[in-house]
């Protein structure tokens, strides 16, 4: 019998799609969409398997090449996603990951010790007088550039330039195939490249503290490191980086305040945020899908993937998978072990996890250490209507007296740092998963 899957881009499907995913994971967990065109996968174990089979590949240049009209700026920006960590496998992902990972790592822990809480504490303190906001607007897209800002060594006078552009080039992996999308992010890739060349001309002789600065003295002793991969990579930190934290830390204050006995359990235990915040990364992954294509013929299931065919993994479906997630639905901060795929798996496992991790943290936890009171204004919550990125639209809240430094308490667990709440706790093991095999 022919599973009809349902059509990703309805705005009801997008208002709601975990009742759709719920859908598919009881009646067709793995099977070719004819709509799409592609394979769906569901199943936690599918998709744990599948997100770091090298039979599949993240290679998709050749299929933008294919997709789209040849065109100077769209070529440049297809050509420049063969730098990007995300976008390479094999030798070139091998040859890129170490160093890269290894910069983001010192400097994720520059960030922790020294910028971090002084970010949010400046972004809570100057929120108006009058209490009311909108605080995806308001708080969630203001701290995440302000990191990758502070990451990369650029001034936070550039921050709105920043997102302009890189909002262009998130947007072309949603819609690639839409030849006014694919311009426009030709655009804003190329508006991104002109000003990171004139950055990195200007670091490699100042020699500063920052992820670009050490990936620069990186390439005196790995010369096949090029400028143009740090570039990719920094128009990628951008591009998926800032809307990723947002939808995390909008996602979380949602959750939390459309959960009343979650947000009371969290005020009574303030070292609960690092699971509250695994729990809503499971919950309302920022990135709902990830796609994978044939790199060879297999079978899988009993079901033969042609070479060149597209792989959609559904990391949102698996998240709620029952076969995994005791009451998959259900917000529970102190859910036991988490073990969600919304920073996938395997080789690609997201590069930025543990900062985005420590944005969602530190916000979190010293917005209810100075608003206890914060209630939202609205009664429902309203997303994007988005198939790949979910992220909140709005979401207006009252925040209630602020606590002042005085009047805080003083316990230990509530005047943690950024550094000692930031625990990993809800790292995904890549070697792990549940006894069930496909």
């Not at 209490?131 to 302000?146: C, Q, W």
């Not at 979650?262 to 009574?268: F, I, R």
Request: aromatic share 8%.
């Amino acid at each position: 019998m022919t599973f009809n899957y349902p059509d990703w881009s309805d705005l009801n499907v997008l208002a709601d799609p975990y009742t759709h995913y719920d859908k598919i994971l009881h009646q067709n967990p793995f099977g070719f969409d004819e709509r799409t065109k592609s394979w769906l996968v569901a199943s936690y174990e599918d998709c744990f398997q599948l997100l770091k089979d090298p039979r599949l590949t993240v290679e998709r240049a050749p299929l933008y090449r294919a997709l789209l009209p040849q065109h100077p700026k769209i070529d440049r920006l297809i050509s420049s996603l063969e730098h990007w960590l995300v976008f390479v496998d094999g030798p070139n992902h091998e040859r890129l990951r170490a160093p890269i990972m290894r910069t983001i790592a010192s400097q994720t822990q520059r960030l922790a010790k020294a910028q971090i809480e002084i970010e949010t504490a400046a972004i809570l303190e100057n929120l108006p007088d009058h209490g009311d906001i909108d605080l995806v607007h308001d708080v969630a897209y203001k701290l995440p550039i302000h990191v990758i800002c502070r990451l990369l060594g650029l001034p936070l006078t550039d921050s709105e330039f920043l997102l302009k552009e890189s909002k262009k080039v998130a947007y072309f992996f949603e819609r690639s195939a839409d030849i006014s999308i694919a311009t426009n992010a030709a655009e804003g890739f190329a508006a991104l490249e002109s000003y990171f060349s004139v950055v990195i001309s200007d670091k490699a002789q100042l020699k500063e503290d920052d992820l670009l600065s050490g990936l620069l003295a990186l390439r005196a002793e790995l010369p096949d490191l090029t400028v143009a991969d740090i570039i990719g990579n920094a128009i990628f930190l951008l591009a998926a980086g800032h809307e990723t934290a947002t939808s995390l830390i909008s996602s979380t204050f949602g959750l939390l305040l459309t959960n009343p006995d979650e947000l009371a359990l969290l005020k009574a235990q303030p070292s609960l945020v690092p699971s509250a915040v695994e729990e809503a990364l499971r919950l309302e992954p920022p990135v709902q899908r990830n796609g994978r294509l044939v790199r060879e013929d297999f079978s899988w299931k009993g079901q033969q993937l042609r070479k060149g065919q597209w792989v959609m993994i559904l990391m949102a479906a698996a998240n709620r998978d029952p076969a995994i997630f005791p009451d998959p639905h259900r917000f529970i901060i102190n859910r036991d072990k988490p073990r969600h795929l919304s920073f996938s798996n395997g080789p690609h496992y997201c590069a930025g996890a543990h900062l985005g991790r420590m944005e969602a943290a530190a916000m979190i936890d010293m917005t209810l250490r100075l608003f206890p009171n914060i209630t939202m204004r609205e009664p429902t919550l309203s997303y994007l209507p988005n198939q790949t990125f979910r992220c909140l639209s709005r979401l207006p809240v009252r925040l209630g007296n602020q606590i002042t430094p005085q009047k805080r308490p003083a316990s230990p667990e509530q005047t943690n740092t950024a550094t000692n709440l930031l625990v990993d706790r809800g790292r995904h093991d890549e070697t792990s998963c549940s006894s069930q095999n496909p």
